[in-house]
């Protein structure tokens, strides 16, 4: 794999588990961008779950701080994200961290 780019995939957060593709572009190596590509945010007791493909969400890392805007994710998703968004920041700052400088 490039040192620019990952499919990095999460499975250690109790509510979300999947896939992200994160990119660090040549243009801008402090910023790092996330974007779903087949993630879960499950359930409380992980009994069902909402799907998150390519395109619903999108965030990016610089310095460490993750920027998840609300108009970035797809809105009939945003409620589904909401309740677990402190833990969806911590995962996209670990995937983040894989791809180093």
Same mark, same amino acid.
Request: net charge negative.
């Given at each position: 794999m490039s040192e620019h780019w990952r499919l990095v995939g999460i499975d250690g957060c109790p509510r979300i $588990?999947?896939?992200f593709w994160?990119?660090?572009p040549e243009t801008d190596e +402090?910023?790092?961008w996330v974007k779903s590509v087949d993630v879960t945010v499950? $359930?409380?007791g992980r009994h069902h779950g909402r799907i998150l493909y390519s395109g +619903?969400?999108?965030a990016s890392v610089k310095g460490g701080v993750v920027d998840l805007r609300r108009h970035m994710l797809?809105?009939?998703k945003l409620a589904d994200v909401e309740e677990v968004w402190d833990d969806m920041l911590a995962v996209?700052?670990?995937v983040a961290a894989e791809v180093r400088p």
């Open positions: $588990s999947g896939t994160v990119t660090r +402090d910023t790092i499950w $359930s409380e +619903d969400l999108a797809r809105a009939d996209i700052a670990a």
